[in-house]
């Protein structure tokens, strides 16, 4: 398993930008699949974003397409969610994660970072 720090979470207002960072542990970045999920209290953990081992294919969530945006740097074993245009409802703690397959549900992924919160105010 690979292992997953994110960072970049914090406070904004509706209508504003953050960008987040997953760092990787290991060597074997660039053979996983990484995706983004967040959880808002509550509710279950849902998918938000995912990309493809190599950045070719990506695949959003019908809630942030268009908004957000998922890319990775397999020479820093990073990837990356930038979020514009956030709205209320997009608060929620975000969560990256790494798989063997180019899928949605939370069980195709085995590692997963502590998750970062993010919190848009009206």
């Known amino acids: 398993q690979v292992q997953l720090v994110e960072s970049g979470g914090g406070l904004v207002q509706a209508g504003g930008s953050l960008r987040l960072s997953c760092a990787a542990s290991g060597r074997t970045f660039s053979s996983y699949v990484m995706a983004w999920f967040r959880q808002a209290p509550g509710k279950e953990r849902e998918f938000v974003a995912r990309i493809s081992w190599s950045a070719s294919s990506t695949y959003y969530a019908d809630s942030v397409k268009g908004r957000f945006t998922i890319s990775r740097d397999n020479a820093k074993n990073t990837v990356y969610l930038q979020m514009d245009s956030l709205k209320p409802e997009d608060t929620a703690v975000y969560y990256c994660?790494?798989?063997?397959?180019?899928?949605?549900?939370?069980?195709?992924?085995?590692?997963w970072g502590q998750g970062t919160q993010v919190t848009v105010s009206s």
């Open positions: 994660a790494a798989g063997g397959r180019l899928s949605t549900p939370t069980a195709a992924y085995n590692s």
